[in-house]
């Protein structure tokens, strides 16, 4: 089955500066990675995700890059500020358009610490 | 999306009983899933709970450990049983997105805390 990998565990930066976090997989077959993000005593939220069908995807400061030869995808945020500390995942599954869906392997998370 | 209302929030509870946790959605979904994250540790599927037949398990939980009710398309719970100090995670009741989506709306989690 799916096998994801996440790393750093903890990552600290300062505010401004610019944070990422890679995760591998390992089922080719895979073509779905979303991104959470968990503030303290919330549940995880979506907050950007890529189809296999892209190299890249970009939302404000947030970008998704893909490399589906190396299976292997990463998370940017530039320009961080103290409202992006939280935990993030990433996620990997096989998703089918208007057909079954695999269900979401997560990574173990990054907690992510922007100083003021 | 979808607004998932999770009881308890958190509890802290003595080694051997049981503890039942609610989760309430605003909307009516074919499915509703169960995870668990152990401190640590990423977000493991338990069980996808279906209206109006068995919940299906994941490899290495059993229905004797984890029952899981769904009596409507709106609520499920999910029970802890014969509870031991690794039961101690938070429990995250989530729902899908729309038609043909892959989007996951959790609810803010249940925190065990097991003595």
């Known amino acids: 089955g799916e096998n994801v990998e996440q790393h750093p565990s903890t990552l600290s930066v300062q505010e401004g500066d610019s944070a990422v976090i890679k995760c591998t997989y390992s089922d080719s077959a895979s073509n779905y990675f979303p991104w959470y993000k968990q503030e303290l005593g919330k549940g995880p939220q979506l907050i950007i995700d890529i189809r296999s069908n892209v190299g890249e995807k970009k939302d404000q400061r947030i970008a998704v890059t893909l490399n589906k030869t190396a299976k292997h995808f990463s998370l940017h945020i530039t320009e961080t500020q103290p409202e992006d500390s939280a935990v993030y995942f990433c996620?990997?599954?096989?998703?089918?358009?208007?057909?079954?869906?695999?269900?979401?392997?997560f990574g173990k998370g990054t907690k992510l610490s922007v100083k003021p | 999306s979808a607004v998932i209302s999770q009881k308890p929030s958190r509890d802290i509870c003595q080694r051997g009983t049981s503890l039942t946790i609610q989760c309430q959605v605003d909307?009516?979904?074919?499915?509703m899933f169960w995870y668990r994250q152990q401190p640590g540790q990423s977000l493991t599927l338990i069980a996808t709970a279906n209206q109006g037949s068995e919940a299906t398990y994941e490899s290495g939980f059993v229905i004797d450990k984890f029952p899981i009710s769904r009596p409507n398309l709106t609520f499920s719970t999910l029970t802890v049983s014969n509870m031991s100090p690794e039961d101690s995670s938070i429990y995250l009741c989530?729902?899908?997105?729309?038609?043909?989506?892959?989007?996951?709306?959790f609810g803010a989690g249940s925190r065990l805390t097991v003595l």
């Open positions: 989530s729902v899908k997105g729309g038609a043909g989506a892959n989007v996951l709306t």
């Open positions: 909307s009516q979904v074919t499915m």
């Open positions: 996620a990997a599954s096989i998703w089918n358009y208007g057909g079954s869906q695999g269900n979401l392997i």
